[in-house]
T-cell receptor, first 115, second 114 residues
Framework: KAGVTQTPRYLIKTRGQQVTLSCSPI?????VSWYQQTPGQGLQFLFE?????QRNKGNFPGRFSGRQFSNSRSEMNVSTLELGDSALYLC?????WGQGADTQYFGPGTRLTVL | GDSVTQMEGPVTLSEEAFLTINCTYT??????LFWYVQYPGEGLQLLLK?????DKGSNKGFEATYRKETTSFHLEKGSVQVSDSAVYFC?????????????FGDGTTLTVKP
């Protein structure tokens, strides 16, 4: 069974631009969560989607948004990029919502660099 | 709120040495506990987990026991290998009426030298 895939793997943007990252969960998984990983802040939860609905949200500004499609694929968008948004963005999938309480299956991440 | 405190790194060991990475937690509910490992350039992958008090998770020679009385979930391995060099994350997950969400520690970088 294919794992979680994330595209693109690397991205370079400039301040003020916007960016869209994509995540395809493991086949049959309906929950997708997003995390931001930085050296200073560690792993921080962004949001969780299940059945095209946002179920949970972390403490990030409204510039960070996401959505989930009927095939469970998810995208996250960051508008008006800031230097501090440079990070590794990880997507994790699971069978059911609230899957943060159970094993999560992570993708390799998208490395975003904001110049 | 929920939190996880991990032993600060980096940790450097010689091959075949004994490994302990300490992890303690605070949680409002009754959490499941996890250790994830991240190899360079990759995402996190589950190493082991425990879902109730006194459970022992084990995988690839690593072990951790869910200690409710000390709110701890320390990771141990009797004899580390160079291939164990990675970043290790302790995490907890609590399911409640709203949603489940994981809380991660800051990660501990382990380097094993031949």
């Amino acid at each position: 069974k294919a794992g979680v895939t994330q595209t693109p793997r690397y991205l370079i943007k400039t301040r003020g631009q916007q960016v869209t990252l994509s995540c395809s969960p493991i086949s049959g998984h309906r929950s997708v969560s997003w995390y931001q990983q930085t050296p200073g802040q560690g792993l921080q939860f962004l949001f969780e989607y299940f059945s095209e609905t946002q179920r949970n949200k972390g403490n990030f500004p409204g510039r960070f948004s996401g959505r989930q499609f009927s095939n469970s694929r998810s995208e996250m968008n960051v508008s008006t990029l800031e230097l501090g948004d440079s990070a590794l963005y990880l997507c994790a999938s699971g069978l059911v919502w609230g899957q943060g309480a159970d094993t999560q299956y992570f993708g390799p991440g998208t490395r975003l660099t904001v110049l | 709120g929920d939190s996880v405190t991990q032993m600060e790194g980096p940790v450097t060991l010689s091959e075949e040495a004994f490994l302990t990475i300490n992890c303690t937690y605070t949680a409002t509910g009754y959490p499941s506990l996890f250790w994830y490992v991240q190899y360079p350039g990759e995402g996190l992958q589950l190493l082991l987990k425990a879902t109730k008090a006194d459970d022992k998770g084990s995988n690839k020679g690593f072990e951790a026991t869910y200690r409710k009385e000390t709110t701890s979930f320390h990771l141990e391995k009797g004899s580390v290998q160079v291939s164990d060099s990675a970043v290790y994350f302790c995490a907890l997950g609590v399911r409640n009426t709203n949603a489940g969400k994981s809380t991660f520690g800051d990660g501990t970088t382990l380097t094993v030298k031949p």
